[in-house]
């Protein structure tokens, strides 16, 4: 893989991981069309940069996932025990693509349905973070959003915007820690990239990452999350119809 296919790859990434639109999906839908083999362990590398800056964006939120770390630990089980026991059959399912169509679909369904959640200041409890913690499990399929997914499980429970948006990447973080351990149990193997093209790539997502978050906050707020279902939808389609 060359510096501007890396690159492209990059961006989205940065785009995809936080916006409702799944990162894995893009990442495997582009590598398809560049010709190149779908990789897990590329989307993990990626992911991590991604990680870096969820921590960088939330810095100044230490407390609140202080206050909610129980729940933040309850809601990354199932998504931990996924990712153990079925670790093989989900690089199956990465490494072909005729999949994503139907995953989109239900990243679609998802996002749509935020547009008839009513506002609501409900607080988190134990059930409700094991609901949303299986809605994330489920977005392990490259397709299906995992901001879409805990934003919109979190909506229909009752949770506020802020409160969706920040549980949702709080949840992120431990998620994306078992990936980083992933990586670190597998290296990088099947990577054909040089060091050079990792680190711009890594800085390159990390910076995206940033905008997209921004970007993500404030359609909660405004209240055109639902919009992204447009997206989703139209990315089925074409993938249903090319790959």
């Keep these: 893989m060359n510096l501007v296919q890396s690159l492209i790859l990059s961006v989205i990434q940065g785009v995809s991981e936080f916006l ?46 202080k206050n909610n770390l129980p729940y933040i630990i309850i809601g990354s089980t199932p998504t931990a025990l996924v ?4 670790r093989d059959k989900i690089e199956t399912i990465f490494s072909n693509p005729k999949f994503i169509p139907f995953f989109f679909l239900i990243t679609t369904l998802f996002v749509l349905l935020t547009k008839w959640t009513k506002k609501s200041n409900s607080k988190m409890d134990i059930k409700k973070a094991i609901i949303i913690g299986l809605f994330q499990a489920v977005a392990i399929l490259p397709g ?12 229909i429970l009752g949770l506020s915007s802020e409160e969706a948006f920040n549980y949702s990447f709080s949840l992120f973080i431990p ?10 149990a597998r290296g990088l193997q099947g990577l054909n990239i040089g060091v050079g093209v990792l680190v711009v790539s890594f800085v390159v997502t990390f910076l995206f990452g940033l905008l ?5 906050r404030k359609s909660l707020t405004t209240k055109k999350f639902w919009m992204f279902s447009l997206y989703t939808f139209s990315i089925a389609i074409i993938s249903f119809l090319f790959v």
């Design 175 to 184: 998620a994306s820690i078992g990936a980083i351990l992933f990586i670190g």
């Design 144 to 155: 299906v959003s995992r901001a879409g997914s805990t934003i919109f499980a979190s909506l």
């Design 212 to 216: 997209a978050l921004s970007v993500l």
């Design 20 to 65: 409702p639109i799944s990162s894995s999906g893009h990442l495997n839908l582009v590598q398809h069309f560049m010709g190149t083999s779908p990789s897990l362990t590329l989307d993990i590398f990626l992911n991590t940069a991604t990680f870096c800056s969820v921590l960088y964006f939330f810095r100044n939120k230490i407390s609140y996932f």
């Design 83 to 86: 990712g153990i026991f079925f």
